[in-house]
């Protein structure tokens, strides 16, 4: 009885507030933020680029954050709070992956996010990156870990020059989990730029025990 008032309730919901896709602002019958035919046009293929990783051994990257419709849809995760495109990007990462999974020997595998710290995280009301890694290790039943953390707030690394955005993540993350030894990490973040975010979270877990760090992103900005 309870199950049944419940759907009676949802579908109430969705009658006096249908959701609309945010890109096309059509309803869908899916009731998602991000319609199938609009899901259908994002485009898989980073630019050219050369980034100083010493921490990473692979990276992968799924999409141009300058290509329109990705970047459209990262900026209203993380600045307007459409907290539910988060599955959705993780299914667009998820498609970008299948294709590399079967050609890799992964064992011992943990999926960890980009953390944020506290402050940002509190004023977010989530950290989108991990939302999108929990989706992407449930569709793969990867370990899920949360465990690296930040434990200083830093300026938004978007409009800094490199240099600066080196100093700005330098000694801001620490992790509180067991030792990785032998453990290979996916370790995702949603837009790398300089890289400098991601090789200073990767050096944090090879100082752990991490035998293999694969960067993996939906976007290169």
């Keep these: 009885m309870a199950c049944n008032l419940n759907l009676i309730g949802n579908l109430l919901l969705n009658l006096l507030f249908p959701v609309t896709c945010c890109i096309c602002n059509q309803e869908n019958k899916e009731q998602k933020y991000l319609c199938h035919n609009c899901f259908k046009k994002l485009k898989f293929g980073a630019p050219q680029f050369n980034l100083k ?11 141009n954050y300058d290509d329109g419709l990705l970047g459209e849809l990262i900026k ?3 600045f307007n709070s459409i907290e ?9 990462l998820t498609i970008f992956w299948q294709g590399r999974a079967s050609l890799m020997n992964v064992n011992n595998l943990l999926v960890i996010p980009i953390p944020l710290s506290p402050q940002r995280e509190r004023r977010r009301g989530f950290n989108q990156t991990e939302i999108i890694a929990k989706h992407f290790a449930k569709n793969f039943n990867y370990k899920l870990n949360l465990e690296l953390k930040k434990i200083k707030h830093t300026k938004q690394q978007s409009g800094l020059s490199e240099k600066r955005r080196q100093k700005n993540i330098t000694a801001v ?4 989990g067991e030792p ?15 890289g400098a975010t991601i090789n200073e979270a990767a050096k944090i877990l090879k100082l752990a025990g991490a035998k293999k760090i694969i960067a993996l992103a939906l976007a290169k900005g």
Aim: no cysteine; hydrophobic share 55%; charged share 20%.
């Design 53 to 63: 990783l010493n921490f990473v051994d692979e990276l992968a990257i799924a999409g």
């Design 180 to 194: 990785l030894i032998n453990k290979q990490i996916i370790l995702i973040d949603d837009v790398i730029t300089t």
């Design 173 to 176: 993350f620490f992790w509180q």
């Design 76 to 78: 209203k995760l993380k």
């Design 84 to 92: 539910p495109l988060g599955p959705i990007l993780a299914d667009f």
